[in-house]
């Protein structure tokens, strides 16, 4: 199965999942992030990225409102315009997003649009170096055993992961439906380490 027929059944497989259980999924695997993000401690201000769902994906909300009640800064993607796309080499940057601010960035709102920077008030929601992120929290589709990932098709975060520090925690969360025996990989092709399902 090539990665776009893998990707549709995946999609539909976790589209399949009943609501509630989707719920209930989400928010045992929000408990366990919260979990690492308790282990990495609150000794300086620490920074997380995440992503708001779309459709049936895990939803880590909860995990977000654990994060800022413990001061951390939370991020969210912002897909770039396709100027700014080509002049820094990515597709996306994460920007921070006060936790009552949240319903205001559009880039949440509307996480597959791509916007120019004059569209956002970088005063308000202003990027976040990659190498500033202490944690990330990274959507995806399927994944196997050795971590391998398949996303949406993009490359967005394969080509933003090699950007981040060393130390930061990398953490990929689905459902355990979105597990495959085997995701085909090309050379751009990141594994995680660190995936967590339920």
Same mark, same amino acid.
């Given at each position: 199965?090539?990665?776009?027929?893998?990707?549709?059944?995946?999609?539909?497989?976790?589209?399949?999942? +009943?609501? /509630?259980?989707?719920?209930?999924?989400?928010?045992?695997?929000?408990?366990?992030?919260?979990?690492?993000?308790?282990?990495?401690?609150?000794?300086?201000?620490?920074?997380?990225?995440?992503?708001?769902?779309?459709?049936?994906?895990?939803?880590?909300?909860?995990?977000?409102?654990?994060?800022?009640?413990?001061?951390?800064?939370?991020?969210?993607?912002?897909?770039?315009?396709?100027?700014?796309?080509?002049?820094?080499? @990515?597709? !996306?940057? !994460?920007?921070?997003?006060?936790? /009552?601010?949240?319903?205001?960035?559009?880039f949440i709102a509307h996480p597959t649009r791509a916007f120019a920077a004059t569209?956002? /008030?970088?005063?308000?929601?202003?990027?976040?170096?990659?190498?500033?992120?202490?944690?990330?929290?990274?959507?995806?589709?399927?994944?196997?055993?050795?971590?391998?990932?398949?996303?949406?098709?993009?490359?967005?975060?394969?080509?933003?992961?090699?950007?981040?520090?060393?130390?930061? @925690?990398?953490?990929?969360?689905?459902? +355990?439906? @979105?597990?495959?025996?085997?995701?085909?990989?090309?050379?751009? +092709?990141?594994?995680?380490?660190?995936?967590?399902?339920?």
């Amino acid at each position: 199965m090539d990665k776009a027929e893998l990707r549709r059944a995946v999609i539909a497989r976790r589209d399949a999942i +009943d609501l /509630d259980v989707r719920a209930a999924k989400s928010a045992v695997i929000c408990t366990r992030l919260v979990e690492l993000l308790d282990r990495l401690g609150a000794t300086a201000p620490h920074t997380v990225a995440v992503y708001a769902a779309m459709g049936s994906e895990v939803d880590p909300a909860a995990f977000v409102a654990a994060a800022a009640m413990r001061g951390w800064r939370v991020a969210y993607p912002c897909m770039l315009s396709a100027a700014e796309a080509t002049a820094c080499g @990515q597709r !996306m940057c !994460m920007r921070a997003v006060a936790v /009552d601010d949240a319903s205001a960035a559009p880039f949440i709102a509307h996480p597959t649009r791509a916007f120019a920077a004059t569209d956002i /008030d970088s005063d308000r929601f202003p990027i976040v170096p990659a190498e500033a992120l202490n944690m990330i929290v990274v959507p995806l589709v399927a994944f196997d055993h050795t971590g391998a990932r398949l996303g949406y098709g993009g490359g967005c975060y394969d080509r933003y992961l090699p950007m981040l520090s060393p130390a930061c @925690q990398i953490i990929g969360i689905a459902f +355990d439906e @979105q597990r495959v025996d085997h995701v085909p990989a090309d050379a751009h +092709d990141l594994p995680l380490s660190h995936i967590i399902s339920a």
